[in-house]
């Protein structure tokens, strides 16, 4: 007979070719705060989309208060008080702060909504989360995100909450937002709410939480007081015991130095970094979402400003103030947001292709050669094996994997000498990933320096010479092939030091 608020019972979950959840049980007590960890991909997502009715187990039972139930939607979880705060961010960027708050329950007099009482309402939410410099008339998308999901915390405020799920809520807080964060959780344990938080932070997990839940690879692990566990013995758990797994670097790496940055600093994110790629190196920027790493790179390529430090190509200060520059300079980046960024997904392939490297096609009086741009274009289909029967079909069309080898191509065609890539594999399916590390690897014979930014270990492994690591914006640790595990990186990565 189940005795806890929340027991999960075995539980099975397959997405096709995926065994996302392995007979996993899982329990929750009245008033307890729960650290869930794993590495990515561990399923600590699926087992709680099934709690929130998001996804529907293929076998396994749930029990609430003892009695078994079916959650067969969002809506019923919500009615059996269990309330989300997602990954990804569930606000209407459009719409107030007020409306955003109360959506699922406008305060109604018959048809008409009370307005008045909804925004005095909001008010007080608004200085219980911090954020009482906003007006509840504000629109949602104004804000930063980590003030957004102080409004989401806002909601659930609103709600008969019994239990409260957060899915790595702190990677796009300060640290100001976390402490409040955290003054909430309190709160609400406090007030016999369980909390069910999802990170990769070990620091914030020993400070908020009762116990820690250990998920791998779709198996539940173990669940350990957190007083009681050391970091170290939380790292054992998450990776298992193959520690010190050897990886072959890449055999290019040259000693000639093509990139360097000095103290760069940014206004919030970073500060302090100093690095260098040499020819044909692949260096690794590894980090939690939110350690400063996309930012650093998209400082080199002038999309961010920095405040102070310097950058250097080929042993020369460059002065990189836009994309633009950095390009002229022989800066490729590939963003990780390939369909917003790197990609016009409704232009053709072959736009998408010679879209950098216009100059070179241009002939007198500034028309492009087309027949030169046809050429390059078919070049990069075949040299790349891209899907694109009809290079002039809106990249859209293809799948991802073909979408990011058309990125790939499109900044190769000006030669660059540094590539940065953010993500390079995000969302792409295992075939496209091996032939995309196929393609990296070839660029280093051609000496090109080549900077990852990754939030997969395997890959990062696998793939870099030399990973540097971030940390809340500060570099803490660099680490070489012959030196890489898995270990040394997420201690790195995550922990404030032995607990
Ligand atoms: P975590 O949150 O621990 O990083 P997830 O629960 O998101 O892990 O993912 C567990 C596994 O299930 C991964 O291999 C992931 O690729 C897969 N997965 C998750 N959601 C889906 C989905 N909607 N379709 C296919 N595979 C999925
Ligand atoms: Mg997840």
């Known amino acids: 007979m189940p005795e806890h608020l929340l027991e999960m019972q075995k539980i099975e979950k397959r997405f096709s070719g995926v065994h996302a959840l392995k007979q996993v049980d899982f329990w929750l007590d009245r008033g307890e705060v729960r650290g869930l960890i794993g590495e990515n991909g561990a399923g600590k997502s699926t087992l709680m989309k099934i709690l929130g009715g998001d996804y529907h187990a293929d076998k396994g039972e749930i029990f609430l208060d003892g009695k078994s139930v079916k959650i067969k939607d969002a809506t019923a979880a919500a009615e059996f008080g269990i309330s989300f705060i997602h990954q990804e961010l569930s606000l209407f960027a459009d719409l107030d702060i007020a409306t955003n708050i109360f959506i699922q329950r406008l305060p109604q007099s018959g048809p008409v909504v009370l307005r008045k009482r909804m925004h005095e309402k909001t008010k007080e939410l608004l200085e219980t989360v911090g954020l009482s410099h906003y007006m509840p008339e504000q629109s949602v998308g104004s804000l930063q995100i980590g003030e957004q999901q102080l409004v989401e915390i806002a909601r ?27 003054e909430l959780i309190n709160r609400m344990r406090n007030n016999g709410v369980s909390v069910i938080f999802i990170s990769h932070r070990l620091d914030e997990l020993f400070e908020i939480c009762d116990n820690i839940t250990v998920m791998r690879d779709g198996e ?26 050897m990886y072959a670097g890449n055999r290019h790496a040259g000693r000639e130095e093509r990139l360097r940055v000095e103290h760069l600093t940014h206004k919030k994110r970073f500060r302090d970094i100093s690095f260098s790629v040499c020819s044909g190196e692949i260096v690794g920027l590894y980090g939690l979402l939110g350690s400063g790493r996309s930012e650093i790179a998209r400082s080199i390529y002038g999309l961010e400003n920095f405040i102070s430090g310097e950058v250097f190509i080929d042993g020369e200060k460059a002065d990189i103030k836009s994309a633009a520059k950095a390009i002229r300079l022989g800066i490729g980046f590939v963003s990780e947001d390939r369909r917003r960024e790197g990609l016009c997904l409704e232009h053709s392939v072959l736009d998408n292709l010679s879209v950098v490297c216009l100059g070179k096609l241009r002939k007198l009086l500034g028309y492009i050669d087309k027949r030169k741009e046809n050429e390059m274009c078919r070049k990069n289909i075949s040299d790349f094996h891209i899907a694109a029967e009809r290079p002039r079909k809106a990249v859209k069309y293809l799948s991802g994997g073909n979408q990011q080898k058309v990125v790939i191509a499109k900044w190769l065609n000006i030669n660059p000498k540094i590539l940065i890539m953010d993500e390079p594999t995000r969302g792409v399916d295992i075939g496209a990933k091996k032939e995309i590390y196929g393609i990296l690897s070839s660029l280093t014979a051609l000496g090109i320096a080549v900077i990852v930014i990754s939030s997969e270990l395997n890959e990062v492994m696998s793939l870099c010479d030399r990973v540097l690591v971030l940390r809340k914006g500060m570099l803490v640790d660099e680490i070489k092939a012959e030196e890489m595990n898995k270990e040394r990186l997420l201690s790195a990565s995550m922990g404030g030091g032995e607990k």
């Open 156 to 182: 659930c405020l609103t709600m008969d909450t019994k239990i409260l799920v957060l899915d790595e809520p702190t990677s796009s807080l300060t640290s100001k937002e976390v402490k409040i964060l955290f």
């Open 220 to 245: 539940m692990i173990d669940t350990v007081c957190a007083a009681e566990v050391t970091q170290k013995e939380l790292i054992y758990m998450m990776i298992g015991r193959e520690l010190n797994e």
